[in-house]
Each structure stands twice: as structure tokens, then as C-alpha cells.
């Protein structure tokens, strides 16, 4: 009879396999399609000061140092030089609402892969990465760490978190325990930290404005097909975790639907409360390809960038 650790560890390996499965494909985009567009669309404005210099038509207002602008009598602007490295902080939330799936996989096995990709992507380009994995039951912080081997071994440990257990769900809270406090002091400043959840309408979680200052925060969530539009007409068979049966579900009504919409909506909205700005957020079918999306969105960044 195994152990738990032994089966953890068991998991830990398989995982591993996995991703050294996705990691070529991962340095096939780097080197062929991303380019440097990965470190360009992470950098943002997260730099550090080098010194002061006149200000000269077309550099950014936003770099104006006024104490120095005022005491000179003419305009100068803070000189800044890119860090060497980046430091990607992922915090994955693992609510239960995550394993819901209406195809082939759940929001939470797509959600897991697209964190792994994002280490893998951070292992490439040599930077450093950690994560925060919470659920209800609890939080695991593990720092950034550099080097292939190392990152690896982070990302198998997150893609072998054990779901949350879904019985007794009116004993527990429906909310992952993430220590936003502590996120403050968990990355250097100006640090990626990248939000995977599933984002449902609710408030920002306390600290959230002091850490939009202190890193680039990005939202990163999964949507099943059945989140964007309900099932057809039509009687349909699923699977009822909490009843552990199959159970057959009539096609929805007008008031169902429009409860639905509802939802969605203040579902979107607070996703874009939490980020702004469309380039900060990506959400990603659990039926699409999850590297590719994310190609797609470090384009845009990139893109963007080059407009300013």
C-alpha cells in the first residue's frame, strides 16, 4: 500500500515528464515566433533608475523628474536601464468552481497548463520564477528560483497540487485563502505577478491596489463553452461530482438564460475592474491552444509597446 508521499511523489515525476514533453515547443516559440518579444512584453516599465538628463521632444512625460524640472528651470526626465533579469510571480487560485468541465478537460487542468507554460516560458529566457498555489484549505509559497532544473521541478510541483475536495461544500468557504498581505514582500519590485484564476463577480481582494504599484499584474483565467453560451435544446447527460452520478439536464429556460448573461456580465466586469488595461488580462477557452494564446497575447503587448 503506497504512502501519500510516496504517491505525491509519483505525481511530481509524472508531471515532470509532462513538461519536459511542452518544454520543446515552448523554446521552439521563443527562438522562432516570439523572439524577443517574451521579455519585451513583460518588462513594461519595470526598470531601474540610472540617472537624470534633459528632458528632449518625444521622450515619455511620464519619466519627468519635476523636483529637478523645477529647481533648473527647465525640463529633465529620469533615465532608466533594463534589469537583467525578471522575476514572475504566479499565484494560481484553485478555487473548487475550477473543476467544472464540459469537454475533455476541466478549467482547472486547462488553467495548470497554462501556468506551466508560463514557468517553462520563464526557464527559457533564464529568469526567475516562483509561485503561490491557495485553495480553501490553505496556501504554499515557494520564492523565485532561477535555472532550468529548478524551475522545472517549482512547475511539477504546482501541476501536482491535489484539486480541493469538493464534499461537504456547505462546511467550507468558497474563497481560496491567498495571503495578498504577504504578496508584497514575496518578489523585488517591479516583479511579473501573473493572477490564474477563475475570477468570479466579487470584490478586489484587500492590498490589490498597493500591489498593482509594486509589480505588473496580469489576469490570466479559463472559460468552458458553457460559460460563454448555455447548451441548446435538447436533453444533455453530465456527470454530478457532488452527487457522484450522472444526471440529465433539460434545456435551459428564457429566465435561466438570462440569469446566465447576467452573470457573465458581472463576471467580465470585475475581471476588468481588476485589470484595466486589455493587455494585462487573457482568457482562453479550455477547448483552445494554450501556447498559442499566449503567443498571441505577448504579440499584442509587444505591439502595443513599439505604438508608444
Given amino acids: 500500500m503506497s504512502s ?31 523572439s524577443g518579444e517574451y521579455r519585451s512584453a513583460f518588462r513594461g516599465r519595470g526598470m531601474e533608475f540610472d540617472q537624470v538628463v534633459k528632458y528632449t521632444y518625444g521622450d515619455d ?4 523628474d519635476w523636483n529637478v524640472t ?9 533615465k532608466f536601464i533594463e534589469e537583467r533579469e525578471v522575476t514572475v510571480l504566479i499565484v494560481f487560485e484553485d478555487s473548487v468552481s475550477l473543476q467544472f468541465g464540459s469537454g475533455a478537460q476541466s478549467k482547472r487542468e486547462a488553467l495548470l497548463e497554462l501556468a506551466g507554460l508560463v514557468m517553462l516560458l520563464g526557464a527559457v529566457n533564464r529568469d526567475r520564477v516562483g509561485f503561490l498555489h491557495a485553495s480553501e484549505e490553505g496556501y504554499t509559497l515557494k520564492e523565485p528560483v532561477r535555472g532550468r532544473g529548478q524551475i522545472l521541478h517549482l512547475a511539477a510541483q504546482l501541476l501536482g497540487k491535489p484539486a480541493p475536495a469538493i464534499e461537504n461544500r456547505e462546511a467550507k468557504s468558497e474563497n481560496a485563502l491567498v495571503p495578498w498581505r504577504m504578496l508584497a514582500h514575496a518578489a523585488p519590485r517591479h516583479s511579473i ?3 490564474l484564476g477563475d475570477f468570479p463577480p466579487r470584490a478586489a481582494p484587500e492590498g490589490w491596489t498597493v500591489l498593482t ?17 448555455l447548451p441548446g435544446t435538447g436533453r444533455l447527460t453530465a456527470y454530478d461530482p457532488v452527487a457522484g452520478r450522472l444526471v440529465n439536464l433539460n434545456s435551459a429556460s428564457a429566465a435561466q438564460r438570462a440569469a446566465h448573461a447576467a452573470w457573465a456580465a458581472a463576471r467580465n466586469a470585475g475581471f476588468k ?20 494564446a499566449l503567443v498571441r497575447f505577448f504579440h499584442a503587448r509587444m505591439f502595443a509597446g513599439n505604438r508608444r
Fill in 193 to 195: 505577478l501573473i493572477w
Fill in 213 to 229: 504599484r509594486r509589480y505588473n499584474t496580469m489576469g490570466f483565467r479559463v472559460d468552458d463553452p458553457w460559460e460563454r453560451e
Fill in 61 to 64: 512625460i511620464r519619466d519627468i
Fill in 4 to 34: 501519500p508521499v510516496t504517491e505525491h511523489i509519483s505525481l511530481v515525476t509524472s508531471q515532470l515528464a509532462l513538461l519536459r514533453q511542452l518544454e520543446w515547443r515552448v523554446r521552439h516559440a521563443v527562438e522562432n515566433v516570439l
Fill in 273 to 292: 475592474a481588476l485589470f484595466p488595461n486589455p493587455l494585462s488580462r487573457l482568457t482562453v477557452r479550455t477547448d483552445e491552444e494554450r501556447l498559442e
Fill in 70 to 78: 523645477a529647481r533648473l528651470g527647465e525640463p529633465y526626465r529620469k
